[in-house]
């Protein structure tokens, strides 16, 4: 409700003191500029604010606050006008006033595309914007293809975007023959996997689930599978399971030096598959900082750090399969980074490359050499081509609030 008020009637200090004091938890609101400027220098000169004592000043300039909203540091910079020139009137604008080309509407496509995706980094949300109209010809995105990516940062700071849009365990050090201490050496070719397990948190004693992360080197191809624990009956089928899904051969698993991949079972299943396997060195802690890196961009970033119940892992592991690993190869872009050696042999990265996984695949030259029986090049343009980045974050974001609210639900119960 909106009420005007007339206040001809208050001419002593004492009556705005009161009405001070009344107003508390009122909200008052101004409609004009100009309106509240003259207002302000009527009452100031009405009140002979300049006259007055410091005490009676202060009840004044707060009044001037509760009416108009203003800040102190406002109120008085306005004062001051009035004491220099006399009267108070809005500044003309000095500033060059720049052309708006984005608007209302192409903020909210941001934070739609955000809300999906969770907010990534500006490369990669600038990558599907792009590829929103100039790949999958959605008109929306034409002005938001060629955004900054600065720019995109500074729209995600608007009142706009803004409304609408959790135990550690060192690992121990074991002494064991099983895989070679050394990096692995991809040389531009798909299928050399680095790989790491994710713990879903303890309560109470209890342990809950954990994923398995693995990421392709070369092309950041990364499958996630969730398993109810790391031990061999559990690990071993979720290995079978998650190497099948890669759309290529898999040449090399590297792994920290954990014991649920450093193990004769495990070593076995690689050496079925022909796979050579791999550990990290001492004191190099970048040997496996790839996977890692995903850990918390990707599988944090999706399921948190609280506790999941392990009796949820094969339902999470069916929201992988069915939805999550498929929009990491199509639709998430990944940054590649650009690498130049100086001359004292100091190698520098930049990152100016932003593709899908699949889209980085199908760039390399030899591509149709290392993909899997019964995978084409056709086939993973289709499923690329089936789905706009957007529509399958989307799906994927409702998906995944079914799935906790499920959960949520039979903890609560």
């Excluded at 070719?189 to 080197?217: A, M, T, W």
């Excluded at 051969?249 to 791999?278: C, P, W």
Aim: one cysteine or more; hydrophobic letters at 35%; proline letters at 4%.
């Amino acid at each position: 409700m909106t009420i005007r008020m007339n206040d001809d009637s208050l001419i002593t200090i004492n009556q705005l003191q009161e009405l001070i004091k009344l107003s508390h938890g009122a909200a008052f609101v101004r409609h004009s500029r100009t309106e509240a400027y003259a207002w302000i220098g009527q009452t100031l000169g009405k009140f002979r604010y300049f006259a007055e004592s410091k005490k009676n000043r202060g009840i004044i300039k707060t009044y001037i606050r509760t009416m108009t909203g203003y800040s102190d540091a406002q109120a008085d910079r306005l004062i001051q006008r009035k004491k220099e020139i006399g009267h108070i009137q809005p500044r003309e604008r000095t500033q060059p006033r720049f052309p708006c080309l984005y608007t209302p509407a192409d903020i909210t496509l941001i934070a739609a595309v955000d809300n999906a995706e969770g907010r990534r980094t500006g490369g990669a949300l600038r990558k599907t914007l792009a590829d929103m109209y100039q790949v999958y010809g959605d008109t929306r995105f034409e002005r938001l293809s060629r955004i900054s990516v600065s720019h995109l940062y500074n729209l995600r700071g608007t009142r706009i975007y803004r409304s609408r849009s959790a135990t550690y365990t060192p690992t121990p050090t074991v002494s064991t023959s099983i895989g070679l201490r050394r990096k692995p050496q991809p040389h531009g070719q798909p299928g050399f996997l680095r790989v790491d397990s994710v713990h879903q948190g303890d309560l109470d004693k209890q342990k809950g689930l954990y994923h398995i992360n693995l990421v392709d080197e070369v092309t950041q191809t990364e499958i996630v599978v969730t398993v109810e624990g790391i031990s061999e009956r559990f690990l071993v089928p979720a290995l079978e399971a998650a190497l099948e899904q890669f759309p290529f051969v898999i040449r090399g698993f590297h792994s920290d030096n954990g014991s649920e991949f450093i193990n004769a079972v495990v070593a076995k299943l690689l050496n079925r598959l022909m796979i050579a396997q791999t550990k990290s060195r001492s004191r190099r802690t970048n040997d496996n900082a790839l996977v890692e890196g995903k850990n918390a961009a990707v599988v944090r970033h999706h399921f948190g750090h609280a506790h999941i119940p392990k009796t949820f892992a094969s339902v999470i592991n069916d929201f992988n399969q069915q939805y999550l690993n498929a929009y990491l190869f199509f639709h998430r872009s990944c940054a590649f980074a650009e690498e130049s050696t100086d001359d004292r042999g100091k190698i520098t990265k930049v990152y100016r490359t932003y593709l899908t996984p699949c889209e980085k695949l199908l760039s390399l030259p030899n591509a149709a050499d290392c993909l899997r029986p019964g995978i084409t090049i056709d086939g993973l343009k289709r499923r690329m081509m089936a789905k706009t980045h957007l529509a399958a974050a989307e799906e994927m974001q409702a998906a995944k609030n079914i799935l906790f609210k499920e959960i949520h639900r039979a903890m609560v119960h």
